[in-house]
């Protein structure tokens, strides 16, 4: 099994900034691509970014092309999800995910999620 788990949500104004971070613990972590989806209030639960085994590849929803930015430090079992430029419609749960397929989490339901951190961007 794979446990994740977020932080760094809060609250911040339109414009600002804001980093959350995902640890991860059990299995090898460098084995699986890794990625973040966000669900809003009464909005299904989208794709955000997502990140090959290595780093050498991320993805990005049309959304958040140009704002937010991906990484992930294997050394330390982390990742993050650098967000920039924030506009209310950004406000939403954020949720980290692993899977062995990064098709998987590009396009389906990953097989391990964290529990969420709240971000919120006031106008």
């Known amino acids: 099994q794979v446990q994740l788990v977020e932080s760094g949500g809060g609250l911040v104004q339109a414009g600002g900034s804001l980093r959350l971070s995902c640890a991860a613990s059990g299995r090898t972590f460098s084995n699986y691509a890794m990625g973040w989806f966000r669900q809003a209030p009464g909005k299904e639960r989208e794709f955000v970014a997502a990140?090959?085994?290595?780093?050498?590849?991320?993805y990005y929803a049309d959304s958040v092309k140009g704002r937010f930015t991906m990484s992930r430090d294997n050394a330390k079992n982390t990742v993050s999800l650098q967000m920039n430029s924030l506009t209310p419609e950004d406000t939403a749960v954020y949720y980290c995910?692993?899977?062995?397929?990064?098709?998987?989490?590009?396009?389906?339901?990953?097989?391990?999620w964290g529990q969420g951190t709240q971000v919120t961007v006031s106008s």
């Open positions: 995910a692993a899977d062995k397929t990064l098709l998987v989490v590009t396009t389906g339901t990953p097989d391990y």
């Open positions: 990140i090959s085994w290595h780093g050498g590849s991320t």
